[in-house]
């Protein structure tokens, strides 16, 4: 990592007009200019000696400053209000007073961390459904058979920088880690495939990121709440955000036909992939199930070959085209692409937990609104055609507050029995949200309400099983927390054990007691 220095950054946020007007640091012949900047966090646990704080968040406490302090940082970003406070907490560590503390921090993050997106190749990937199941396969694709070769990763389940790797909090982090994680990939030569929220786009935190290629898998409702997006157009307007810094753009076809989809990608070179339309640069024929999976022929320019995923579903095999289109842009032969898709397992997505005999089968997947209901339930259609279903979930708390409504109605048409629990509800009473979920149940639905999730998974695992003595089969669908291990609730996360660890502990009783 390139070392910079204070007056660099001051004379960065000078040119961007984000430098408090008075700071001492904009004064040339300022002493403390000269001091060697390492790095920067904005968060006191994760301040290194050299780093340069943030004081980030409408609530910023001064005492995390005299923490950084203590870290070893050595100067901090805030908020031109709150500049006079501080100073008085560390009145020997130079100060930069911003008006816009957010995009500072991303400024500052990328110089302190050397800019190190433009020491690698970066793959952003971003869309309502499918980010993290395209990020999961292109880190298979790159690494062939050396896991953690070639390929970091960054997204809603883990991350891997080369140098560290474990539980994301964040699907996209705030800028000083993002960046961090950054310089560790180049430091140990790896490509970083990252998923990019619309959430992480709205806010910056990817704010001067340099995309090798920007994918974009699909648009659909979500995330619409008052804490997040007001409204739909917000949302899309985000997620176009991600094409602005992009050397290239994967798109799915039928996207291109909108006008904000086909603005932002304006002067770009665009590869699209569609599911089964020819016109699409990258698309697929001949797909059908097989061994639990999906067998196809892909199509890219100048090659096909026949390819196939161990996840159900045709909802995957656009996934799937997806990594292929941006694997094609990244110069991977038809060979590679073939060999790391088939070796692709993607935690808490299609996963797959059976009984001994396979009567009884539990599916894990993070489904969690309407659209992603609607392509589950097909794929479940598809591979276990007459199965009797119970399904199991609930629904976030106070944010994505149109998902409570949508899926239900969409659960009931493929599920006998319908089991509504707890998912994240945060400081939202759970009562209230399987209210609104009840009362959009159709009237012929059975449902039962089971707020403890891991006793609803039992619950579950019992009332299918009966089925599956009765008729020999049976279906357990799990859905919305994927490979989460913490639920989130009023008083702060709480660890949990994963559904796919619960359901398996269930379906083995279950056998025992047989």
Known sequence: MN?????????????????????????????????????CAHDSRAVEPGNVFVCKGVRFEPRFLAAAEAAGAVAYVCDEALAGELARVAPGLPQLACRDVRRAMSLVARAAWGYPDRDLHVVGVTGTKGKTTVTYMLRSILDGDEPGSRAGLLGSVEYYDGASRGRSPNTTPEAPELFRRLANAADHGLTMVMEVSSQGLKYGRVEGVSFDVAALTNIGRDHISPVEHPTLEDYVASKMRIFEHAGSAVVQLGLMGRDDVAAACEGLEVTTFDACDPAADVWASDVRPEGGGTAFTAHAPGWERAMSVALPGSFNVENALCAIAVAWRLGVDADRIAAGLARTRVPGRMERVASESGDLVAIVDYAHNGQSFERFFESVREQYPGWPVVSVFGCTGVKGLERRLQMPPVAARDSRLLVYTEDDPGTEPLSDIIRDMVSVT??????????????????????????????????????????????????????????????????????ARR
Do not use: H
Request: proline letters at 7%; hydrophobic letters at 45%; one cysteine or more.
């Open 3 to 39: 070392a910079t220095n204070l007056g660099t950054l001051a004379d960065l946020l000078l040119e961007q007009g984000l430098l408090a007007a008075g700071s001492p640091l904009a004064d040339p012949s300022e002493p403390s200019r000269d001091v060697r900047v390492l790095g």
């Open 442 to 511: 159709p009237p012929d639905a059975r449902y039962e309400v089971v707020e403890d999730r891991t006793r609803a998974i039992f619950r579950a695992v019992e009332v299918a099983g009966g089925w599956a003595a009765e008729e020999g089969r049976a279906l357990v669908c799990l859905l919305g927390k994927g490979a989460e291990d913490r639920m989130l609730t009023a008083e702060g996360p709480v660890p949990r054990k994963l559904d796919a660890e619960v359901v398996a502990r269930a379906i083995r009783e279950r056998d």
